[in-house]
């Protein structure tokens, strides 16, 4: 290799001018809601046991809902949902978003068919917890089954949404040892009319899941379950635009099911629906 003249020499050892912080991305605003939006309701930190997850970790988040334009995200923890007791877990979550607790909000996993779940339950919303995560599926629970509709009743008595997610993957990406099925309808229905007086948060549901769901209850069950639309899709198929048509926004909630998927599909979902999403107001999530 030829050597480097003294003029480059001197350029390379010349200090570096200082560069300028980039700034802060600044919060697009949101068709159809304030901006920012007020709340994520389906966002994780942690690995997946079937794929790399790039960055899972709490400040990454943070950095993202900035740059989204989104003021608080309810979090679980994603390794929890596969592991027999979610307790160790969900202490590391809730050590996880201590730092950034006016931004990050928990929500831990509670498993009913485990001992002294009441008591872990009592716990966690006595720290302020603003939901509960359940995955029944993974747990080889059936709809209806007693202990898990003892944990939507516990839940409505303490105030506290429980939040159900549909799936993680496609079933056409998924690893052959993720054998789990999907969530059904069933379960969701079951749960509503169980326990009328609390809030089931429905994500990863796709139209015909929620349409499923919904003419299946009656008006009044209806009023306390919501969904996230972060596996429906938008143009061309216009599924979101026709679940509010015919079943109302008001039924759904912001989710964006970080990182598992794109934090932006969420809000090219609202930026395309028809008339610019005007006059489609989501779910009041105030007080949530």
């Not at 603003?130 to 509709?149: E, F, H, K, N, T």
């Amino acid at each position: 290799m030829p050597n480097d003249s003294r003029e480059e020499a001197a350029d390379r050892a010349r200090p570096s001018p200082a560069r300028t912080p980039r700034p802060t991305p600044r919060p697009t605003p949101v068709p159809g809601l304030p901006s920012p939006v007020s709340l994520d309701v389906n966002t994780f930190i942690g690995a997946f046991p079937y794929r790399h997850l790039p960055h899972p970790d709490p400040d990454v988040l943070v950095r993202v809902l900035a740059r989204e334009g989104v003021a608080r995200a309810w979090v679980g923890h994603l390794p929890s949902a596969f592991h027999r007791d979610p307790s160790a877990g969900n202490a590391e979550l809730l050590r996880a978003l201590g730092p950034f607790a006016e931004v990050l909000r928990p929500a831990p996993v509670v498993r009913p068919d485990w001992p002294g779940w009441r008591e872990s339950l009592g716990a966690l919303v006595a720290a302020g917890v603003p939901a509960i995560r359940a995955y029944p599926q993974l747990w080889g629970m059936a709809a209806g089954d007693r202990q898990l509709v003892a944990l939507a009743e516990a839940c409505a008595g303490a105030r506290c949404a429980l939040v159900l997610t549909v799936r993680f993957e496609d079933l056409r990406q998924r690893h052959s040892l993720d054998v789990a099925p999907d969530l059904s309808a069933a379960h969701v229905r079951e749960l509503a009319r169980a326990a009328p007086g609390g809030r089931l948060v429905v994500t990863a549901a796709g139209k015909e899941f929620i349409e499923e769901v919904h003419w299946g209850l009656t008006p009044a069950e209806r009023a306390h379950v919501f969904y996230d639309f972060s596996w429906i899709w938008g143009p061309p198929t216009d599924e979101l635009a026709q679940l509010f048509r015919t079943i109302g926004s008001e039924r759904f909630v912001y989710g964006t099911m970080w990182p598992l998927r794109l934090t932006q599909g969420a809000r090219a979902n609202l930026a395309l629906l028809p008339g610019g999403g005007a006059g489609d107001a989501l779910a009041d999530v105030r007080g949530w």
